[in-house]
């Protein structure tokens, strides 16, 4: 009742709750302790009758678990060891019997928790192992126990300081021996998901086994990850590629083609305060405000939006992403990353406006040129590195800068992709084709071939090289031409198609000594101030052979600089796309199974 008089269901815990329910819980054990039963046992009947409708009692606890730990708990562990006089352990027999009671309280409880696990629940013996090292650790309870029958005088100083270094070993050892029998490379973990949960394997998590949906084109199961508020607007942006305002219909011959599921994992990193284990997953599934928010876009715009929980320490959630794309049997793993212009320092004004911060006055134009932060301290660039280098499906990583205009609703957008040539590049063509089924979607896709400073490139000689005959990697530029030639092909057989996403692509050629300068340049003439301009990229130079490393440094020099963690997670090409104010987002794609560190 007081509760809910206080509204601390629905809001949580106000103050004068708190107030109450803390004198409460005093006025309890000092009940209990008169009447000759430890003071805890008062408490523990108060945290009964605490309601457990909307969280309370978790909230409850991140308000007071900090003064429990930091003020109650040291003093108690202090009167404890005043209490306890080792100098009692001081013969032969008694250290006999002292290492019997450890070796009987450790195998007893091991033993018969192990036992159990392993045959009435099927784990594994490692696991089995885990269960039983985790319920033979000795807790606070036990020394209460003793504390109370060395009050009551049951039990002797000597026996009391027994049980109490029996606690403290098998309390010690709890941790190096489940770590023992239960490394973190072996972990299983649990994806919550909105209608079932899996338990999620790791063995096979890093590159063993043969890849599955490596060979799609058509991505139809797109995995997104959530973990910070500030992704939200990246997640969303990317979610509405799927989508079209201008008809009832989304994609153009709808009778062959349907719009891809989208599958968004909400990443939650575990403390390691009590109050972090309380909080259960499926509650969580359900009141998670982000998810909430996530899915409610979804239905607005008719985007077919599932969504999962993994709850794991920040260490174990590229692994989790993993696992859960492999078994979802997932297409694509979209990464979104929110980055500011704080992030890169400028060396001169540039011409596009989009990558300003989301909220900004009439200097914020020129103060963000000339201001340098270390990006390493506001992103994850290695858990994104992580997911790079041992993702078994295909991986996007989600750059999107023009929040402003996406708020104003100004959904034209046009795609921009330079093809280099490599496995990434070929993926990003096939998925600039797929996004063009949008009929609001249009995009110019440009190959650039380099030349030398001295050599001058004749018309055979072009034909040559669209023919795979003049390279450096014949394996590699074959699938690239062949790639190429397929595209155009289409898009000129079907460009006056109205059903066909060809019709929105433009192809060509660039032929260039500098083809990061030429696509930076191409970028910037194709931008226009009522259009959304994504460039799509491709991560790594992985067999490619137009690329040079003097071209990349020479754009930086002239737009300005970029954190080294910052470049190795997003790749050259978009490196110089970053680094010269580019567009208005920037989508990074890799290939399943070709990372290039």
């Not at 050259?572 to 990074?588: E, P, Q, R, T």
Request: with cysteine; proline share 4%.
């Amino acid at each position: 009742m007081l509760a809910t008089s206080t509204g601390s269901i629905d809001n949580g815990p106000s103050v004068l709750f708190m107030t109450i329910a803390v004198l409460i819980a005093f006025s309890s054990a000092l009940v209990t302790n008169i009447s000759g039963v430890h003071g805890i046992f008062g408490a523990f009947l108060m945290g009964l009758i605490i309601p457990r409708e909307g969280n309370l009692g978790t909230s409850m606890l991140e308000k007071l678990e900090d003064m429990v730990e930091i003020i109650f708990l040291p003093f108690y562990f202090a009167l404890l060891g005043m209490s306890t006089n080792l100098g009692f352990l001081n013969d032969g027999i008694t250290w006999v019997y002292t290492i019997l009671i450890i070796f009987a309280a450790f195998v007893s409880k091991f033993g018969s928790c192990a036992i159990a696990a392993k045959y009435t629940a099927d784990f594994s013996w490692r696991e089995s192992g885990a269960i039983g090292s985790f319920m033979s650790c000795k807790g606070l309870v036990e020394l209460i126990v003793l504390d109370v029958g060395l009050s009551a005088g049951i039990l002797t100083p000597r026996v009391y300081a027994m049980f109490v270094l029996e606690a403290l070993v098998l309390t010690y050892i709890t941790t190096p021996l489940a770590i023992r029998l239960y490394p973190p490379e072996i972990h299983k973990g649990i994806v919550f998901g909105s209608t079932t949960f899996r338990n999620v394997t790791s063995d096979d998590s890093h590159g063993s086994g043969t890849l599955r949906n490596t060979t799609v084109v058509s991505k139809r199961r797109i995995t997104v990850v959530l973990d910070k508020v500030e992704h939200l607007p990246a997640v969303m942006a990317f979610t509405q590629l799927f989508r079209s305002r201008s008809s009832s219909t989304p994609y153009r011959s709808m009778q062959k083609r349907v719009a891809p599921s989208i599958e968004a994992l909400r990443l939650i990193e575990i403390s390691e305060r009590a109050c972090a284990v309380m909080k259960s997953p499926d509650t969580l599934l359900k009141t998670d405000h982000l998810l909430a928010i996530l899915k409610m876009f979804g239905r607005l715009h008719a985007i077919p939006i599932t969504t999962a929980i993994d709850i794991a320490t920040y260490d174990s959630h590229a692994d989790s992403v993993i696992d859960y794309a492999y078994n979802r049997g997932s297409d694509l793993i979209v990464l979104p990353w929110l980055l500011l212009p704080a992030n890169i320092s400028h060396r001169q004004t540039v011409p596009n406006e989009s990558f300003l911060p989301l909220a900004h006055d009439g200097a914020g134009k020129a103060a963000a040129a000339n201001v340098t932060v270390n990006l390493s301290a506001r992103i994850h660039p290695r858990f994104l590195q992580s997911i790079f280098e041992h993702a078994r499906a295909d991986v996007a990583l989600f750059l999107d800068r023009n929040i402003e205009n996406s708020a104003q609703g100004n959904f034209n957008l046009h795609l921009f992709l330079p093809f280099f040539g490599g496995p990434d590049d070929r993926l990003a063509l096939d998925f600039v084709a797929q996004l063009c089924e949008n009929d609001e979607i249009s995009a110019t896709v440009v190959r650039f071939i380099r030349k030398s400073q001295n050599e001058t490139i004749s018309m055979t000689q072009t034909t040559e090289l669209n023919h795979g005959s003049a390279v450096e990697n014949p394996e590699s530029d074959t699938a690239d031409v062949m790639a190429w030639k397929y595209h155009t092909s289409r898009s000129a057989s079907l460009s006056m198609s109205s059903d066909s996403s060809f019709s929105h692509i433009a192809m060509k050629e660039c032929i260039t000594t500098l083809p990061l300068h030429a696509a930076v340049r191409e970028a910037h003439i194709i931008k226009q101030p009522s259009t959304r301009l994504l460039i799509v990229v491709g991560r790594t130079k992985h067999l490619q052979v137009n690329m040079d490393s003097k071209d990349l440094s020479d754009l930086i020099a002239e737009h300005g600089d970029l954190d080294e963690e910052v470049k190795k997670t997003i790749g050259d090409i978009a490196a110089a796309f970053v680094a010269a104010n580019s567009g208005d987002g920037v989508l990074v794609l890799q290939k399943a199974g070709f990372y290039l560190d």
